[in-house]
């Protein structure tokens, strides 16, 4: 059950209270936004189930959009592969760190979390643009893409691999791992056993190296 909002005995909440009250708005939401959609969560039905008011709410997050990318961040915070297999770009062999880095990948968007995200925002981005707009400002494609990219510069600048674009490499690396196996996670065709994704990654990487690397390395 949803804690209750703090008592307030002359003075404001602790700090202590207050993050527990935001904590208790955050799981209230993303209950309701990966069950019953963005469109249908009601700023009224938060407040009510998380036992608040609406000005305490607001005290909080400016609107239903910001609180959407709250939940984005926090979602993303529970799913991040770092959090229980340590940094996969730790390492000097690149073959070694990018299939670590795929197989951590996909872990982290096939999660039944991850998937019912990305159905909230594909279903009801068209009519809450916001949607997008909260996903995309987390900002962990980006930094994944970038740490690719830096490691690929490091590779091309040891004259291991002959690349122009380590940036668009890196975004090209990204989708080959993750697009096909999210599409049939969300009900595109059959699902990936674990020994498919497994294959899959060991795959994608040798594919991509193959096109990365120098002649005669």
């Known amino acids: 059950m949803a804690?209750?909002?703090?008592a307030r005995r002359g003075g404001r909440p602790s700090r202590e209270d207050s993050e527990r009250l935001r904590q208790t708005i955050l799981d209230v939401?993303?209950?309701?936004?990966?069950?019953?959609?963005?469109?249908?969560?009601?700023?009224?039905?938060?407040?009510?189930?998380?036992?608040?008011?609406?000005r305490t709410f607001y005290h909080r997050f400016p609107d239903k959009a910001a609180l959407f990318g709250a939940v984005v961040h926090e979602v993303i915070a529970r799913i991040y592969p770092a959090r229980s297999g340590g940094d996969p770009f730790h390492g000097a062999e690149l073959e070694a760190v990018l299939l670590r880095f795929a197989q951590m990948a996909l872990t982290a968007v096939?999660?039944?979390?991850?998937?019912?995200?990305?159905?909230?925002?594909?279903?009801?981005?068209?009519r809450f643009?916001?949607?997008?707009?909260?996903?995309?400002?987390?900002?962990?494609?980006?930094?994944?893409v970038a740490r690719i990219a830096a490691l690929?510069?490091?590779?091309?600048?040891?004259?291991?691999?002959?690349?122009?674009?380590?940036?668009?490499?890196?975004?090209?690396?990204?989708?080959?791992?993750?697009?096909?196996?999210?599409?049939?996670?969300?009900?595109?065709?059959p699902p990936m056993t674990a020994a498919d994704l497994d294959a899959w990654a060991k795959d994608t990487v040798t594919l991509f190296l193959h096109g990365c690397r120098a002649k005669g390395v």
């Open 3 to 6: 804690a209750v909002e703090p």
């Open 29 to 54: 939401a993303t209950g309701m936004f990966l069950t019953q959609g963005y469109g249908a969560t009601s700023i009224d039905a938060i407040a009510r189930q998380a036992r608040i008011s609406k």
């Open 110 to 126: 096939l999660s039944p979390l991850a998937i019912a995200l990305q159905r909230v925002i594909l279903s009801e981005a068209p």
């Open 129 to 144: 643009p916001e949607l997008a707009a909260a996903a995309m400002g987390e900002g962990s494609r980006a930094a994944a």
């Open 152 to 189: 690929l510069e490091r590779e091309r600048q040891a004259g291991r691999i002959t690349l122009d674009k380590p940036e668009f490499a890196a975004e090209q690396f990204l989708a080959m791992v993750v697009s096909l196996p999210s599409r049939r996670a969300m009900g595109f065709g």
